[in-house]
């Protein structure tokens, strides 16, 4: 079979509440990876082992570069630096080697393809005696994942102090359809589940009100 010398790849990123693979203490974000998939569902990276498939291989490195988002990868918001990447082929975890950092940004090449990617975190340089460390963290509704979606997707949300919050999805026509949080929550990323299967398609939007201010974003329902 002739391959072409590009290929199509999609990178997610992914907040650590989201994570449903085994990982350590270390593991500060993830990434995952969809390769050689198209609209005939052509998939070059299938790597489910409870059914025997396999990794594709290539004789030549896939040049990879990711960027780790303190604020979007680590849910607790520690004060670690990424220092590696670990690849998920399907059971584990696996280091893979030759991984170079410029600041947040790792680079490395790989001749198999991965599911997922996470990274490796250290305790960053510690702090003068007196010195206090900032806490990054701002308030933030990020995009909901899947969108679109059906029927179910995950709306995420980070805060920078404990405050009452409402969650709510609005049609169109700015209807209420559903609240999806009410009530206080604590400083930190949460998230929460939408069911739509009750829903017709179209576009949505979610707002979240809370002390530090309101945001909305949209999505979108395909059935």
């Not at 396999?54 to 849910?75: A, K, N, T, V, Y």
């Not at 975890?93 to 997922?116: E, H, K, M, R």
Request: aromatic share 10%; hydrophobic share 40%; glycine share 8%.
């Amino acid at each position: 079979m002739m391959m072409p010398d590009s290929i199509y790849c999609r990178i997610d990123e992914m907040p650590m509440d989201s994570l449903i693979h085994p990982h350590d203490s270390t593991m500060i974000g993830w990434c995952r990876a969809q390769m050689g998939s198209d609209s005939m569902h052509f998939d070059l990276m299938n790597c489910d082992s409870s059914h025997g498939n396999h990794q594709m291989g290539f004789i030549r490195g896939l040049q990879c570069l990711l960027h780790w988002d303190s604020l979007w990868c680590d849910s607790t918001h520690r004060s670690w630096r990424p220092v590696g990447i670990k690849g998920w082929d399907g059971t584990d975890w696996t280091p893979i080697q030759g991984v170079t950092f410029d600041a947040d940004n790792a680079q490395f090449a790989t001749t198999t393809l991965y599911s997922a990617f996470g990274f490796i975190g250290a305790p960053a340089a510690p702090l003068s005696v007196g010195e206090k460390s900032p806490l990054p963290i701002q308030f933030t509704l990020l995009q909901n994942y899947p969108n679109p979606f059906n029927p179910t997707t995950t709306i995420s949300f980070v805060l920078p102090a404990e405050s009452p919050v409402t969650l709510k999805i609005v049609n169109a026509l700015g209807e209420a359809v559903t609240t999806l949080v009410s009530g206080t929550l604590s400083a930190g990323s949460h998230y929460a589940k939408w069911n739509a299967a009750t829903a017709s398609s179209g576009m949505y939007f979610y707002s979240l009100h809370t002390n530090a201010g309101v945001q909305t974003r949209k999505l979108i329902l395909l059935k």
